[in-house]
C-alpha cells in the first residue's frame, strides 16, 4: 500500500497536512516550461518522452505533493486513430473530425499499448526520476468532453448538442467507445504502476441534468466501477449537480468555487473533496491574497479528507510567485488540521 501523503489523503486516512497540487500545473504559465516548449507542435513534445518528462517534473521545484504526467486527453483517442492538431487560441482540433457511425467504427476501442507507448514510457521514465518521492497521477477525459473534442465542437455546446441530437446513433456509439477505451487505457497505466487517476469532464457541467445523467454521469459510474484498483477522483468544472457527482464512485470529488467546501465534507462525510481555490485569483491577485485565501480553503477542508487544489486548471496567466504562495500557505498549516 502506498505511503504517499496524497494517497493516504485520498483513501479518507488520518494525515498529518491536506496535500496540494493544481490541475495544469505543468503548462503555459511557467517561463521555464516555456523555455523547452519552444520549436515543437504539442502533440510532437508531449510524445517526446525527453522533454515530457522534464515538464511533468517542473512543478516539483514548488513544493506539489504529486505529479501529473504530461500528456493531453486527446492523446487517448489519437491511440485510437484520431489525430488531433493543436490550433492556437482554439485547442486541440481533430483532422478529420467525427460525421458519421462508419468513423466511429474506425476507432479501435481498445488500442494496443505500442499506441500510446510514448505514456508508458513516460510513467515509467517519471517513477524511476522520483524514487517513490511523490505519487504519480495519470488521467483521462470522461467521454463527453472527449466526445466533444473528436467532433470539432469542444467547449461549444450548442454545437455538440446539435449534433447529438441529429445523429444520436453515431452520438450513443462514440460515448460508448471512448468509454471502453478509457477503462482499457487506465488500467493499462494503473497495472504500469500509477499511483491515482482523475476523470476530466470539463464541460458537462454546462449540461442540463437529463442531458448530464445520460451523456455524462452514466459513463463516470462505468468507469469508476472497471477501473478501481487506485483512487478516483472526478472533476466536472463548477458542476450543478454535485449529489450525482458523489454517487459517481469517486473516491475524491473536486470542487469548484460554487461550492461550500465545509458543508461538502459534513454533507458527505464518506468522501473525500479536492479544490477550491479560485485560479483566477493566482492570475489577478497578489500572493498575499492567494496565501489568504487558500488558509481559508485549508480550514473549510477541516485538515482531513481534503485535497487542496483550485476550481481549474492554472491557465497561462498565472503568475508564478501566486503559485509559490498557494502551495506556501498549504504547507505552513502542517499540524493546525483537525481529525
Ligand atoms: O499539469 C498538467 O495538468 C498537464 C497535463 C494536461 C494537459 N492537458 C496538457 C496541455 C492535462 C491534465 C490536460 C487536460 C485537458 N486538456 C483538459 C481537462 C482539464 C481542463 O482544463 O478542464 C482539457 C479540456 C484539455 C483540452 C485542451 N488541451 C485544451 C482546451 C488545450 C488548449 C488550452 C490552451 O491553454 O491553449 C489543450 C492543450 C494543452 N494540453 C496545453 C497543455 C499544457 C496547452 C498548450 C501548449 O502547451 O501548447
Known amino acids: 500500500m502506498s505511503s504517499h501523503l496524497l494517497i493516504r489523503a485520498a483513501r479518507g486516512e488520518v494525515v498529518e497536512r491536506p496535500p496540494v497540487w493544481a490541475m495544469r500545473q505543468a503548462g503555459r504559465w511557467d517561463p521555464e516550461f516555456n523555455r523547452w516548449r519552444q520549436g515543437k507542435s504539442f502533440y510532437e513534445f508531449s510524445e517526446d518522452v525527453e522533454l515530457a518528462a522534464r515538464?511533468?517534473?517542473?512543478?516539483?521545484?514548488?513544493?506539489?505533493?504529486?505529479?501529473?504526467?504530461?500528456?493531453?486527453?486527446?492523446?487517448?483517442?489519437?491511440?485510437?486513430?484520431?489525430?488531433?492538431?493543436?490550433?492556437?487560441?482554439?485547442?486541440?482540433?481533430?483532422?478529420?473530425?467525427?460525421?458519421?457511425?462508419?468513423?466511429?467504427?474506425?476507432?479501435?476501442?481498445?488500442?494496443?499499448?505500442?499506441?500510446?507507448r510514448h505514456?508508458?514510457?513516460?510513467?515509467?521514465?517519471?517513477?524511476?526520476?522520483?524514487?517513490?518521492?511523490?505519487?504519480?497521477?495519470?488521467?483521462?477525459?470522461?467521454?463527453?468532453?472527449?466526445?466533444?473534442?473528436?467532433?470539432?465542437?469542444?467547449?461549444?455546446?450548442?454545437?455538440?448538442?446539435?449534433?447529438?441530437?441529429?445523429?444520436?446513433?453515431?452520438?450513443?456509439?462514440?460515448?460508448?467507445?471512448?468509454?471502453?477505451?478509457?477503462v482499457h487505457f487506465l488500467n493499462v497505466l494503473i497495472r504500469e504502476g500509477a499511483d491515482i487517476y482523475q476523470l476530466f469532464d470539463s464541460w458537462a457541467g454546462a449540461l442540463r441534468f437529463d442531458e448530464y445523467e445520460r451523456w455524462s454521469a452514466s459513463y463516470h459510474r462505468r468507469i469508476f466501477a472497471e477501473v478501481a484498483e487506485v483512487p478516483r477522483i472526478l472533476f466536472v468544472k463548477e458542476c450543478p449537480y454535485l449529489e450525482v457527482m458523489c454517487q459517481s464512485g469517486a473516491d475524491v470529488v473536486s470542487l469548484g468555487t460554487r461550492h461550500d467546501l465545509a458543508a461538502a465534507r459534513r454533507e458527505f462525510p464518506h468522501l473525500v473533496f479536492q479544490g477550491n481555490v479560485d485560479q483566477e485569483l493566482l492570475r489577478c491577485g497578489t500572493p498575499e491574497q492567494v496565501a489568504e485565501a487558500t488558509r481559508r480553503c485549508v480550514q473549510a477542508g477541516g485538515g482531513q479528507?481534503?485535497?487542496?487544489?483550485?476550481?481549474?486548471?492554472?491557465?497561462?496567466?498565472?503568475r508564478v510567485e501566486n503559485f509559490e504562495a498557494f502551495v506556501r500557505a498549504v504547507k505552513e498549516c502542517r499540524g493546525s488540521g483537525s481529525v
Open 119 to 182: 505514456i508508458l514510457d513516460l510513467l515509467r521514465r517519471v517513477k524511476d526520476e522520483l524514487q517513490e518521492d511523490l505519487p504519480v497521477i495519470v488521467f483521462a477525459g470522461a467521454p463527453f468532453t472527449v466526445a466533444s473534442y473528436c467532433l470539432g465542437t469542444g467547449k461549444d455546446l450548442e454545437e455538440t448538442r446539435r449534433f447529438a441530437e441529429s445523429q444520436p446513433q453515431t452520438w450513443d456509439a462514440l460515448l460508448h467507445r471512448l468509454s471502453e477505451a478509457t
Open 305 to 318: 479528507r481534503h485535497i487542496v487544489n483550485l476550481n481549474h486548471g492554472c491557465d497561462p496567466g498565472t
Open 55 to 116: 515538464a511533468s517534473l517542473s512543478p516539483r521545484r514548488f513544493g506539489v505533493d504529486a505529479i501529473i504526467l504530461f500528456y493531453d486527453i486527446t492523446s487517448l483517442p489519437v491511440a485510437m486513430g484520431l489525430p488531433f492538431t493543436l490550433r492556437p487560441h482554439v485547442g486541440p482540433w481533430p483532422d478529420q473530425p467525427i460525421r458519421s457511425l462508419d468513423d466511429v467504427r474506425r476507432l479501435s476501442p481498445r488500442p494496443e499499448p505500442t499506441r500510446f
